[in-house]
């Protein structure tokens, strides 16, 4: 009967462990990649005004000191507004992962960037007109600002769209797939949270006291979330030298270790949550003493 016991508590136990362990993966998963305030907040932090800007910068013809000086002014003046319409985007696109929406739909209004980059443009040459324009007759100026006008609503069309109907079969099927995946990943983390309580309960069903069940579980816990803890440090300082011989660019790889630190954090919060329960749980199976049965 003990054999049969201590097998039953050996099986559990590794069951456990690997519940455990499986957990935290899941729920570094729905706290980070399936989390949108994480994404908003990553995609933030690497200064998406800035790659957008040197994106527009490669599209507005001439290199002439104005040009740049209005495309710093123009996305100072969008930030928050940009940020606004990241964070909608984003919010969509979530929407539709998670299964809250069948459709997606995604825009980006273009004109406020066009309306904002021609003021600037016009306030800056005429601030400081370049070398081409200067003696000119405020008519001549104004023909080259209307030029330049014209040439940026020829080059920024009035919004960015793109829905399912817009993108091809095959990475609508990819998003399909992608859907169906994260729909088992959220099914999986309430499943686990089940299982886990499960086998927590039949482990102390099997000991039937509270010293030999709090050790038990203490031993596994305290091993599980170490193993956690360790990978979630280990892993970034085997993956960022790799990330550093793909050739990125500065502001993205300067980005990198940070996302990675931060996708990390919830599992290592889960693993010193689990460490710390552990360590409770042994003390109390080392202290706590029985009540002595009265004749």
Do not use: H
Not at 115 to 139: F, Q, S, V
Not at 214 to 242: C, D, E, K, M
Not at 273 to 283: D, E, P, Q, R
């Amino acid at each position: 009967m003990k054999f049969l016991k201590g097998l039953a508590l050996s099986v559990l136990s590794l069951l456990l462990f690997l519940s455990l362990s499986v957990f935290g993966l899941v729920l570094t998963l729905n706290y980070t990649i399936l989390n949108p305030d994480f994404v908003a907040s990553e995609v933030d932090r690497l200064d998406g005004c800035a790659l957008a800007e040197e994106a527009l910068s490669q599209q507005i013809p001439g290199d002439e000191p104005y040009i740049t000086e209005a495309l710093d002014n123009t996305f100072a003046e969008l930030e928050p507004w940009l940020k606004e319409q990241v964070n909608s985007n984003i919010n969509s696109s979530y929407d539709y992962l998670l299964g809250k929406s069948e459709g997606l739909t995604l825009s980006l209004p273009m004109q406020p960037v066009a309306d904002a980059l021609k003021g600037n443009i016009r306030e800056a040459i005429l601030n400081t007109p370049p070398p081409e324009l200067a003696g000119m007759p405020p008519a001549a100026v104004e023909m080259y600002l209307e030029e330049v006008s014209r040439q940026i609503d020829e080059m920024l069309p009035p919004s960015f769209e793109l829905d399912l109907l817009s993108i091809s079969p095959e990475v609508r099927a990819q998003l399909e797939q992608a859907r169906e995946i994260i729909g088992y990943v959220q099914l999986g983390y309430k499943a686990l949270i089940g299982l886990i309580l499960l086998l927590v309960g039949l482990i102390i069903l099997i000991n039937r006291e509270v010293r030999s069940s709090t050790r038990s579980l203490g031993t596994t816990f305290l091993i599980s979330g170490a193993s956690g803890y360790a990978g979630a440090i280990i892993v970034p300082n085997l993956v960022q030298p790799q990330l550093v011989q793909l050739g990125l660019p500065t502001q993205i790889q300067g980005w990198l270790p940070q996302l990675i630190s931060d996708f990390v954090t919830p599992l290592q919060m889960l693993g010193i949550g689990l460490m710390a329960g552990g360590i409770v749980l042994i003390i109390v199976s080392f202290v706590y003493k029985p009540r002595q049965p009265s004749f």
